[in-house]
């Protein structure tokens, strides 16, 4: 009889499964991920070292000494032990972080506008009193821009009612404000002493939160061509919400990593981060073995740092407030030794 | 969870040479060995003593490029936060904005 070992659902959950188990786990993920979204399923190799890793009874697991990367940390200033500036220091000087994050727990662009001064200060003092770069975070969320939150008309309630032309004519307005907005926030976190931007979660509202981001990077890129421009995925495949958006002529509904990373490439972007979302009903074997495929055809078109999103909920991390070590740990080392990512 | 991704597969930040790595991605757009042996090249080193806290600590404080604080490793004297960045840009031969700014605002 195979011994059972500890391992964890996508929800974090602790369950127990054979070896065999999680190797048919692995399998089974990399062909559907391969399925959907056209790429080669893991090799043989990278199945057997990502069963290694999972099999593994060890508490915590980690790269080998010499292939750490760098970690591109969100959340890391934002008042939640201290003040902003503290917390930041904290994320430097105790948790060893490479990049640090200035944001706001009102984490969109739009609501940034109204207290830009405000974030422009503290990004100006927070430069004074640490070493490490300090890039300024937030998320398009284009969806804030329809009523009753913002001025154009609702498209998720125009869909349901047929009205395509007057959904698609108010995620158009809606980019503009949208672009308007990320344009003027990051300009000035970046006149304030930003290292860099963040756009965090872009594509969450499907493909015109990444149209209208694209163009925001564009502008940004012409403006400062040193600054670093990060941009962090909401999901493995770009929505069709609107169905006809493209970039320089290719449609962006139903891009996967490697594309979207092409026409980021292509629009400016320095730092690059796809997102895989946890399926809780899978053990995190199998979401780990699927992220891995979709990810992996990105880093032989990779001009740019390709940083996967190991945050709650993506990329092999569970989604629960409070991510288990080992689960984490087994993520971020099977991103490192297969992808030979960039960073984190 | 911060934590664990630092303790997982991190460079390890101002501990090592994390945060001079970092820079080269996000300035240059380096992937991450053209980074690494970029920083190893200009700091003397190897590219395994960008991750190595113990080389990392001296290299840091011989070039003045800021060491981690605490109780036990204080460093009265010498360059860290704003002049470190001074020091950082020059040895990387790079143009970090909030130098440039601090420059410009201060009159230097």
Redesign the interface.
């Known amino acids: 009889m195979e011994a059972r070992i500890p391992t964890r659902m996508g929800d974090g959950f602790m369950v127990e499964m054979t070896r065999s188990e999680l190797r048919a786990d692995i399998q089974v993920a990399s062909e559907e991920a391969a399925r959907r979204a056209r790429v080669p399923p893991l090799t043989a190799d990278e199945q057997a070292h990502l069963l290694d890793i999972y099999a593994s009874p060890a508490a ?4 080998d ?9 969100d ?2 200033g934002s008042k939640m032990t201290g003040t902003d500036i503290q917390d930041l220091l904290e ?3 105790r ?5 640090l994050e200035l944001w706001h727990i009102e984490y969109s662009y739009k609501a940034i506008k109204t207290i830009l001064p405000f974030q422009q200060q503290v990004m ?1 003092n927070a ?9 300024y975070g937030a998320q398009p969320n284009l969806a804030f821009y329809s009523k009753p939150d913002g001025p154009a008309s609702n498209w998720f309630e125009l869909l349901p009612k047929g009205d395509i032309a007057g959904a698609r004519a108010a995620i158009d307005e809606a980019m503009e404000h949208a672009t308007q907005d990320m344009v003027y926030v990051t300009g000035g976190m ?1 006149e ?5 931007v963040d756009f965090d979660t872009t594509g969450g509202a499907g493909d015109g939160d990444f149209l209208s981001t694209l163009r925001a990077v564009k502008r940004v890129r012409e403006k400062y061509p ?3 421009i ?1 941009l962090g995925m909401a999901g493995e495949l770009v929505i069709g919400v609107h169905g006809e958006l493209e970039w320089e002529g290719r449609r962006l509904a139903g891009l996967w990593p490697r594309e979207q990373l092409e026409v980021c490439q292509d629009a400016g972007v ?2 690059f981060g796809p997102a895989v979302n946890i399926r809780t009903s899978k053990s995190c074997a199998w979401n780990i073995a699927y992220s891995l495929t979709v990810i992996k055809p990105c880093m032989e078109v ?4 390709v940083h996967p999103n ?3 909920g993506v990329c092999g ?1 569970p989604v629960n407030g ?2 288990p ?1 080992d689960a ?2 087994r993520a ?2 099977a ?2 030794d297969i992808l030979r ?4 | ?16 040479a ?2 001079l ?3 080269m ?3 240059r ?4 060995k053209e ?1 690494k042996d970029y920083v190893a090249g200009k700091l003397g080193c190897t ?2 003593d960008l ?1 190595d806290s113990y080389a990392m600590e001296q290299i840091r404080g011989e070039k003045g ?2 060491r ?3 109780h036990s490793n204080l460093h009265p004297g010498e360059p ?3 002049m ?2 001074f020091r ?1 840009a020059e040895l990387l031969g ?5 130098v440039d ?2 420059r410009d605002l201060a009159g230097l």
């Open positions: 915590f697991t980690a790269v000494i010499g292939d750490q990367v760098v970690l591109s940390c959340g890391g994320s430097e000087q948790l060893g972080q490479d990049i100006q430069q004074l009193m640490l070493t490490a770069p300090i890039q970046i304030a002493g930003a290292d860099g040193e600054a670093g990060e320095t730092l990779a001009r740019i740092p190991v945050g709650e991390v409070y991510p070590e984490a740990s971020a080392k991103l490192v990512c960039d960073g984190l | 969870m911060d934590v664990t991704h630092a303790l997982a597969a991190g460079m390890g930040g101002m501990r090592t994390g945060d790595v970092a820079r991605q996000m300035s757009g380096m992937r991450l980074a590219v395994r991750s490029l800021g981690i604080l605490d860290n936060a704003m470190a960045k950082i790079i143009r970090i904005n909030s700014k601090f």
